[in-house]
């Protein structure tokens, strides 16, 4: 039982290319979520889905596409690398959204745009 | 606007004894408060939870306090043992707002034996 699987671990993008993050998810969980994570500044919700074919807008959206096509896969997109897009990128899983419904972390893509 | 801050970005405690984790929040909407154990090139697990209705919930050697009219949280860990060194986060999430759950900025919490 995988959980959360993010690809790629590691990439490094020149400023200007894009790219795509993988997300996949087995727990059959509607809630997908991506967060990146900066120094000092916590998780910060990029963008996120309460189910196949929806996505919102976080709190840091700007820069970013989501798509969920499938319930299991939740992918986010760089269209335009910015050094400000620099960051480690977390997605997760949730079963519901509400109470103390825990999130299912992956183990990070670490992302450097020069 | 930060509305959940963990204003300690580290904190060293000696094996055995007690680890104390602060965390501070702004919103009063806030229902659920979780805590989450990150190690490096790891991501986030879920530890322990409690709800705005309670002041206290235990489990094992991790309790968590709420105050709410400080509004305050804090985890303890008694007694602390190495394999808790880790970055700790703090969130929360208020039931009308959906999905989202706020983060703190974490806590690297570092166990000597």
């Known amino acids: 039982n995988a959980g959360v699987t993010q690809t790629p671990k590691f990439r490094v993008l020149k400023t200007g290319q894009s790219m795509t993050l993988l997300c996949a998810q087995d727990?059959?969980?509607?809630?997908m979520y991506w967060y990146r994570q900066d120094p000092g500044m916590g998780l910060r919700l990029i963008h996120y889905?309460?189910?196949?074919?929806?996505?919102a807008k976080g709190e840091v959206p700007d820069g970013y596409n989501v798509s969920r096509l499938k319930k299991q896969n939740f992918l986010l997109g760089l269209e335009s690398a910015a050094p400000s897009q620099t960051s480690v990128y977390f997605c997760?899983?949730?079963?519901?959204?509400?109470?103390?419904?825990?999130?299912?972390f992956g183990n990070g893509t670490r992302l450097t745009v020069t | 606007d930060q509305q959940v801050k963990q204003n300690s970005p580290s904190l060293s405690v000696q094996e055995g004894r007690i680890s104390i984790l602060n965390c501070d929040y702004t919103?009063?909407?806030?229902?659920?408060f979780l805590w989450y154990k990150k190690y490096p090139a790891e991501g986030p697990t879920f530890l322990i939870s409690?709800?705005?209705?309670?002041d206290k919930n235990e489990d094992g050697r991790f309790t968590v306090f709420l105050n709410k009219s400080a509004k305050h949280l804090s985890l303890h860990i008694v007694p602390s043992q190495p394999g808790d060194s880790a970055v700790y986060f703090c969130?929360?999430?208020?039931?009308?707002?959906?999905?989202?759950?706020?983060f703190g900025e974490g806590t690297q919490l570092t166990v000597n034996p």
């Open positions: 409690i709800s705005s209705i309670k």
């Open positions: 969130a929360a999430r208020e039931e009308t707002s959906g999905s989202r759950l706020t």
């Open positions: 727990m059959n969980h509607e809630y």
């Open positions: 997760a899983s949730s079963y519901r959204a509400a109470g103390n419904s825990p999130l299912h």
């Open positions: 919103n009063s909407m806030f229902d659920y």
């Open positions: 889905s309460v189910g196949e074919g929806t996505t």
